[in-house]
């Protein structure tokens, strides 16, 4: 499967953006889908994950503020919603899946099969 994210942007911190990963086929009971972050010359982080029952995990950094889901009417897109974005959450931020993930692994990115290209974030204070 092919993975590609979308929805980055310049934003003020305060600001919300609403991210998207669209897949070349169907996702929603076939993979687990994360996001991941990564800094300027840093390595990349977990951000959310949701599993294909719908259950989501997040990085302490993002609780309360994003927000994984599911297309609801499109089983090829993954959404990232991210609300209250400070200047710390600058980064290029991509989606990766994989039908192999379990709680141990699902924060580490090669665990997983597939990654898209990424789409940057900026958050200006």
């Known amino acids: 499967v092919q993975l590609q994210a979308s929805g980055g942007g310049l934003v003020q911190a305060g600001g919300s953006l609403r991210l998207s990963c669209a897949a070349s086929?169907?996702?929603?009971?076939?993979?687990?889908v994360a996001w991941f972050r990564q800094p300027p010359g840093k390595d990349g982080d977990f951000v959310a994950g949701?599993?294909?029952?719908?259950?989501?995990?997040y990085a302490d950094s993002v609780k309360g503020r994003f927000t994984i889901s599911r297309d609801n009417n499109n089983s090829n897109t993954v959404y990232l919603q991210m609300n209250s974005l400070k200047p710390e959450d600058t980064a290029d931020y991509y989606c990766?899946?994989?039908?192999?993930?379990?709680?141990?692994?699902?924060?580490?990115?090669?665990?997983?099969?597939?990654r898209g290209q990424g789409t940057q974030v900026t958050v200006s204070s």
């Open positions: 990766a899946a994989s039908s192999t993930i379990i709680l141990s692994n699902l924060r580490r990115q090669t665990a997983y099969n597939y």
């Open positions: 086929g169907p996702m929603s009971n076939r993979y687990t």
């Open positions: 949701i599993f294909r029952n719908s259950a989501t995990h």
